[in-house]
């Protein structure tokens, strides 16, 4: 059995015929996680002891009472290790959380062991998620499994190499301005940014939280719709929440054309867009054309100052997030100083890396005396005018489809020395964060370097069933979802 192929209903299907137990699955996972790592970098922590300990004790409940199998039972996860988890170590990338082991669970993790999933690591990722590469990481930088020269993306790059590399059948990750969508292009997964507020970030170590969002990666649309269904809904200790009914998203993967209508930008939208990665757009938009599925043009005059804001708003929030790591209550803390602030100074110095500490310089710059308004005000006014787009655009449309990124995945160390290209790689993601909309990122084919291409549908606030059913469509009918058979490792 080839468990590099599995995804999660795959997996709980040979669970259910008894062809395999939950102890075997772990095992079998971690021992290729160990292997491979080594090559991939995807890992940052793995759970081996308490993972096989966590099978066993599945496989004896299963045994026990077959007919009540719940929806993850056995299933072997690794998720971002933005995520606290009890007892296990918890880093966000970062060396100034390099020793942090939380005493509780985030909600995502609750509900994903609540279903009966197993956490057996936790992957790598751009220091508290500020990147679009992983090569922000103080553990070093994620391989792409489909070119190890270039990067998986960021800042779920370890997700999404994990998943693409069949060392985990799914994962969680977070995205605050494409961290789900652009790494799931570049390796060729699925991956799936929800509405704000329908999956809650207690314990989700925060960037910028008007705009993080935790969300499945997966190797299909069935998958995804499962690992949403398990982690979505209201939480009370999460505020931003919402009470909006959770559907049963398994129910809406019929890819039913008769229910979907798209809209579409300006060609003149894409200049400078790489040509194979328009030519993959094209050809999704083609295919719904095919099935004569509704076909609108439609205007988003703001998105161009999508980037601007985003990078104003973001940066803002983390300068005030990231106040918290001073080296007095957890973490790590400068072993050389005099006096109190000089401990505050020094543990910051060495404990951020260099991107988060320029994160962290532009949003105090921005927020401070006689720049709030100029910076900070004006940004939130023009997010306004960015979300209004989208809704004026909904009252004709309920899919949008767009490229994920303007390029396929890039060499590793290709554009660190160049942060506003690097920025630039997220100028079709951000648009979706700043309006808190849903959108999924689906594999588009390959280039002539048989690097994958994405392409994202974008749905209308809390319509995630929508969303989902348009990609079941878009896989049913499209020749581009065996690209994951072609990754050898």
């Avoid at 599995?6 to 102890?23: A, H």
């Avoid at 299909?220 to 919402?242: F, H, Q, W, Y």
Wanted: charged share 20%; aromatic share 8%.
């Amino acid at each position: 059995m080839d468990i590099s192929k599995l995804g999660i209903f795959e997996i709980k299907s040979l669970l259910l015929k008894r062809e395999v137990s939950c102890t075997e699955l772990v095992k079998a996972y971690i021992e290729r996680a160990e292997r491979l790592n080594g090559i991939l970098n995807c890992f940052i922590t793995i759970n081996r002891e308490s993972a096989l300990i966590e099978a066993k004790q599945t496989d004896e409940i299963i045994q026990k009472n077959p007919d009540g199998i719940r929806p993850l039972d056995g299933l072997p996860i690794a998720i971002k290790d933005i995520f606290v988890t009890r007892n296990i170590r918890t880093t966000c990338g970062s060396k100034i959380l390099g020793n942090f082991v939380p005493p509780f669970d985030a909600t995502v993790v609750r509900r994903l062991r609540d279903a009966g999933a197993i956490i057996f690591g936790k992957l790598n990722m751009d220091e508290f998620a500020m990147g679009s590469s992983n090569e922000n990481s103080y553990f070093g930088p994620v391989k792409n499994p489909f070119d190890l020269s270039r990067s998986p993306g960021g800042s779920s790059g370890g997700s999404a190499a994990a998943v693409a590399a069949g060392l985990t059948p799914a994962s969680v990750g977070t995205d605050t301005g494409g961290s789900i969508r652009q790494p799931a292009a570049f390796c060729g997964i699925v991956g799936m940014k929800p509405s704000y507020g329908r999956i809650s970030r207690y314990g989700m170590i925060a960037f910028s939280s008007s705009l993080d969002q935790a969300g499945p990666m997966c190797r299909n649309v069935r998958d995804c719709a499962i690992l949403l269904e398990s982690i979505a809904g209201n939480d009370p200790k999460d505020s931003t929440t919402m009470s909006t009914p959770v559907p049963h998203y398994t129910e809406w993967i019929v890819g039913d054309p008769s229910e979907i209508t798209v809209g579409i930008l300006r060609p003149d939208t894409y200049e400078g867009v790489n040509p194979e990665v328009l030519s993959a757009y094209q050809n999704v938009v083609n295919l719904f054309a095919k099935h004569n599925i509704p076909i609108t043009e439609i205007e988003l005059p703001h998105i161009k100052y999508a980037v601007a804001v985003y990078y104003l708003i973001a940066t803002s929030e983390a300068s005030s997030n990231l106040a918290r790591y001073d080296g007095v209550r957890y973490g790590f803390r400068s072993g050389e100083f005099g006096n109190l602030r000089e401990m505050y100074i020094k543990t910051r110095m060495e404990g951020f890396g260099d991107e988060v500490k320029r994160r962290i310089i532009l949003g105090t710059f921005a927020l401070s005396s006689g720049y709030y308004d100029a910076f900070f005000r004006k940004a939130s006014q023009v997010r306004r005018l960015i979300a209004n787009d989208f809704y004026k655009a909904f009252s004709k449309v309920n899919t949008i489809i767009m490229p994920v990124t303007p390029d396929v995945a890039f060499r590793l160390g290709e554009k660190v020395s160049d942060p506003l290209s690097m920025y630039l790689s997220d100028i079709f993601t951000i648009p979706v964060n700043l309006a808190g909309l849903p959108a999924i990122s689906m594999p588009a084919g390959r280039n002539r370097e048989g690097l994958p291409i994405g392409v994202q549908f974008i749905g209308k606030p809390f319509d995630e069933h929508t969303l989902l059913n348009t990609a079941a469509f878009y896989e049913r009918e499209s020749m581009c979802m065996n690209i994951l058979n072609e990754v050898n490792l």
